[in-house]
């Protein structure tokens, strides 16, 4: 635990009196150093902003979120607006030309008078609750925390271009940082993501996530030395909340999706105190951090497709660099090479780096490096997390050729939950056969008790069975049960017991499902239920291929999506005389998040069993 292992008194004695991690726009060298490629690409984000027309913010549309559940028009202009201000800061760091200047203090000067630098959807922090925000009592979000460190890093860097805009641009910044994140985080203890105070659920992603842009607001801008030391201990104290009950496997329960805001904002969090501490602080020896790490490539099904469960999505593009600094510390080649390979596709040698400015700082700095490391998907040919109950397997290491099969057991009570206990997901040579759908734009819903009213929340849009017109339920209690994993040459063997994920009214005594698989043959389900009534029994299973219903057997055809990706073909073998099939379209909104995913719509295959008896079973055959 960071604040067991460093006690204020330590840390007094080992935080630097000034944090210089990278050269300001003033120090050139460095910066006239990256690659012109990188350069060329800064530059023209720059540029483009040059003439960004500052959006409003209207109370109106921060009303939207409890007027209309809508929470992306207020957004949308907001973070425009950010993306504004980081691509001009970053444009005149690798230019130095001064050109960027003014429109720069535009940003900085609107963003300093925006009310709150949170979203709409997080105003529950605050006692008057939702509408609009309170200024009287600033509450720190995820998004505040990241505008704090973006106009930190903006002052860090270009300080002095500034003042000769005016000599009052950073010192309003250290005002508007110190009044709205550090002197509130000092104070309360009462923020659900710091964990400090008592709490059903243990803290996700938000808390390294927030903690990090803390710690870098705090070493940029805090001038107390009494007040820094105090935050840098609380942030640490907040951050163990986060490591202590991480489950040991390293297991993200948020899904791959939410490494980035997991894993790797732990891993922020981490290098900003070794290098704030001269290495005094250095926890890179600990076996969790290396579990934490590979689990992004763990469940790296291939290219652009990542396991998904809970909220995450289906197509992920990590932070290259994070991936291949991180492998690097915690010494795991198969990181660092996962690494560099989503570099080269993200082709970050023409078109720069994503992500926050406090990422591309690093990022830029390494890039060299990054980039002439040798590159490679890992494919690892198993994973097994017995934590969370998630398991991965393929038929070859390193190759997306044959099946690819991953499933879940857990809880329906996990960070950012679906009730999905006991699905699964199938990949054939890469591409979706029977798919985790994944989740539409967030609404006011899906932070209310009618989450779970929105279809991509519900079992019965997952690939499990509704169970006498019951779906799953939410809750702890919610959970799989009797879980057993096998792996070896052969293939794979999943076991658990789904019956606890239904509630009384299902009247499930024991629902058996083993997920089997024959490297080099093909995948088979079997459940196998016990019931104390019979009154309906459906099986669903998602894909976003066609499909033809034959006699006994489901044929799969390639379907195009979206960005020139198709969709898998095989076949499932059923009995005929259990089942009665049919299949459902679902649109998908055009240009909302699930269509760039799936296309124009996905297919819910409707298996209801004919015949029903208390006691049955029955096999599903996946093959090419």
């Known amino acids: 635990m960071l604040s067991e292992r460093f006690s204020f008194e330590k840390l007094n004695d080992i935080l630097v009196a000034e944090w210089h991690p990278f050269p300001t726009a003033n120090e050139r060298d460095k ?33 939207d979120h409890v007027r209309t559940g809508n929470r992306t028009r207020y957004q949308a202009a907001r973070n425009d607006r950010r993306n504004a201000l980081a691509h001009l800061v970053m444009a005149e760091c690798v230019e130095g030309k001064g050109r960027f200047w003014d429109q720069i203090a535009n940003g900085i000067w609107v963003t300093c008078e925006e009310t709150y630098w949170g979203v709409p959807a997080h105003l529950r922090l605050q006692a008057a609750g939702k509408g609009l925000p309170d200024v009287t009592e600033p509450t720190v979000d995820l998004f505040a925390a990241e505008t704090s460190a973006l106009l930190s890093w903006t002052s860090y860097l270009l300080g002095s271009q500034m003042n000769t805009v005016s000599s009052l641009i950073c010192p309003r910044i250290a005002v508007e940082v110190e009044r709205r994140i550090l ?20 803290v996700n992603n938000w808390n390294p996530w927030i903690n990090s842009n803390w710690l870098q607001s705090a070493l940029l801008i805090e001038k107390d030395r009494g007040r820094l030391v105090q935050s840098v201990a609380k942030s640490m104290r907040s951050l163990d909340q986060f490591i202590e009950p991480y489950p040991k496997d390293g297991g993200c329960d948020e899904g791959p999706g939410y490494w980035g805001r997991a894993a790797a904002s732990l891993y922020d969090c981490l290098e900003i105190l070794e290098s704030a501490t001269n290495s005094g602080i250095d926890l890179y020896d600990m076996p969790l951090l290396k579990n934490m790490g590979s689990f992004i490539y763990k469940l790296h099904i291939h290219e652009d497709y990542y396991v998904n469960f809970a909220d ?42 994503g992500d926050s400015v406090a990422r591309q700082l690093p990022a830029l700095f390494c890039v060299n490096d990054l980039l002439a490391t040798k590159g490679k998907q890992p494919l690892p040919r ?40 006991g699905n699964f997901v199938v990949f054939v040579d890469g591409k979706p056969l029977l ?45 799989a049960k009797d879980v057993v994993y096998d792996a070896n040459d052969n293939g794979v063997r999943y076991q658990l017991n789904i019956a606890k994920a239904y509630a009384a009214e299902a009247g499930v005594k024991s629902w058996m499902r083993t997920i089997g698989f024959e490297r080099g043959k093909g995948v088979q389900i079997d459940d196998v239920y016990e019931l104390t009534k019979a009154d309906a029994l459906t099986l669903h ?16 055809k390639e379907v195009s999506l979206a960005d020139g990706r198709v969709s898998g073909v095989g076949k499932i073998h059923f009995d005929a005389d259990i089942f009665d099939v049919t299949t459902e379209e679902i649109s998908l909104m055009d240009g909302e998040k699930l269509h760039k995913i799936w296309g124009s719509r996905v297919v819910r295959i409707v298996m209801q069993v004919k015949n029903l008896q208390k006691q049955g079973q029955w096999t599903l055959r996946l093959t090419k």
């Open 382 to 421: 198993d994973a097994w997390f017995p934590d969370i109950q998630v398991m991965a397997t393929r038929s070859k290491a390193g190759f997306a050729d044959g099946f690819f099969v991953a499933a879940k057991g857990g809880s329906n009570f996990e960070s950012h939950n679906h009730n999905d206990v």
């Open 183 to 202: 002197t509130p985080l000092l104070q309360r203890e009462d923020f659900g993501w710091m964990g400090l105070s008592k709490s059903a659920r243990r």
């Open 31 to 63: 910066w006239e150093d990256l690659p012109q490629g990188i350069r060329s690409a800064y530059i023209a984000r720059g540029e483009k902003a040059l003439d960004f027309n500052w959006p409003s913010l209207t109370a109106i549309s921060f009303l």
């Open 435 to 479: 798919i985790d759908t994944g989740v539409e734009p967030y609404t006011a819903k899906n932070a209310s008790p009618q989450r779970y009213d929105i279809w991509t929340m519900s079992s019965d849009y997952h690939n499990v069975p509704q169970i006498n017109g019951q779906s799953q339920q939410d809750g702890e209690v919610f959970v």
């Open 541 to 556: 299973l998602m894909t976003a291929s066609d499909v033809v219903v034959g006699k006994g057997v489901l044929d799969f």
């Open 312 to 353: 995450a999505a289906p197509l992920v593009s990590p932070a290259a660099s994070i991936i291949y600094r991180y492998g690097k510390r915690v010494g795991d080649q198969e990181m660092t090479a996962f690494g560099s390979w989503l570099a080269h596709k993200q082709q970050v040698a023409e078109e720069g780096f």
